[in-house]
């Protein structure tokens, strides 16, 4: 189970009113399970002069959906994976597709969980958690990953410039798929799980793999986080510390302040200094390490 999202999205009830949410085609709505939107602290991000909505992306026989973003009418961007947290790609997750179209990048945000059950429809994390995300193999999310590059080349990005970004669930994912795929050039893990019981389906953690990378990762956490200990985010320095060249390269950056996903400007965890501060890096860091 992923406490940290439990911890900070569960009020006192345990659940909510569906009603209040409406989740269409990928990249719209909130889902059920998220906390009432505070519309004053939502970045919205224009898609004017973007290609950007829902596609489907063939992974062998199965059709995909994914929200993609792209500067219209270019070829040969950089590709960025945006991977999401539990409750899949909903408007936040569409709307930083989006401000990744708008810095020059071809970014994907696929529906990892699809397969699964629908994360967009449950009114319960408890729920959500063990009927959808406890069911998802990391070896499907790999290939689900490998299955969007190659549907990148096939539209014209430079799927040999892949960069990774993901949100909790998504950070720990970004961390694995920076040591699966050759063609990643760098990753930014936003507060993900580091280490941890392994299952059949989820068999390494990043702990794990954080010796031997293909491109440097850049993780960003919250002091505040009380579903990521601190002395973990320290195994993980020593770990890298003693990898190859691209773990060495790799930096963590710890907000002493910050709760678990700062940066989800729709939630109550939001911390708008930390965001920003974060954001700047993630840019800069795909930046200097060949995304530019």
Not at 121 to 140: H, M, N, R, S, T
Request: hydrophobic share 45%; glycine share 12%; proline share 5%.
């Amino acid at each position: 189970m992923l406490k940290e999202e439990f911890d900070t999205l569960v009020p006192a009830s345990g659940d909510f009113n569906r009603r209040e949410f409406v989740r269409g085609a990928v990249g719209t709505g909130f889902a059920a399970a998220v906390l009432p939107v505070a519309a004053q602290t939502v970045v919205k991000t224009s898609a004017d002069g973007l290609l950007a909505g829902e596609v489907m992306i063939p992974v062998g026989n199965f059709q995909m959906p994914a929200y993609r973003a792209a500067p219209a009418g270019r070829s040969g961007l950089p590709v960025v994976l945006v991977v999401s947290e539990i409750f899949g790609v909903h408007e936040h997750i569409a709307d930083v597709a989006r401000r990744f179209a708008r810095a020059g990048y071809f970014a994907i945000a696929p529906e990892l969980f699809v397969r699964q059950g629908d994360a967009g429809a449950y009114g319960e994390i408890a729920k959500l958690l063990a009927e959808v995300i406890a069911k998802v193999p990391d070896a499907q999310v790999m290939g689900d990953l490998d299955a969007s590059l190659a549907w990148a080349k096939g539209q014209g990005a430079d799927a040999g410039r892949a960069g990774v970004t993901g949100f909790c669930w998504g950070g720990r994912i970004t961390w694995l798929y920076a040591a699966h795929h050759p063609a990643v050039k760098a990753g930014v893990a936003w507060y993900g799980r580091l280490l941890g019981a392994t299952s059949v389906l989820n068999p390494k953690h990043p702990l794990d793999v954080a010796g031997a990378l293909n491109g440097p990762v850049l993780g960003l956490y919250g002091g505040q986080d009380t579903g990521i200990p601190l002395d973990g985010v320290e195994k993980m320095k020593s770990a890298l510390a003693a990898g190859n060249a691209a773990a060495r390269k790799s930096e963590i950056v710890v907000y002493p302040d910050a709760p678990h996903a700062f940066h989800a400007d729709y939630r109550p965890s939001f911390r708008k200094e930390a965001a920003e501060d974060g954001w700047r890096r993630c840019l800069a860091w795909f930046k200097a390490n060949g995304l530019g």
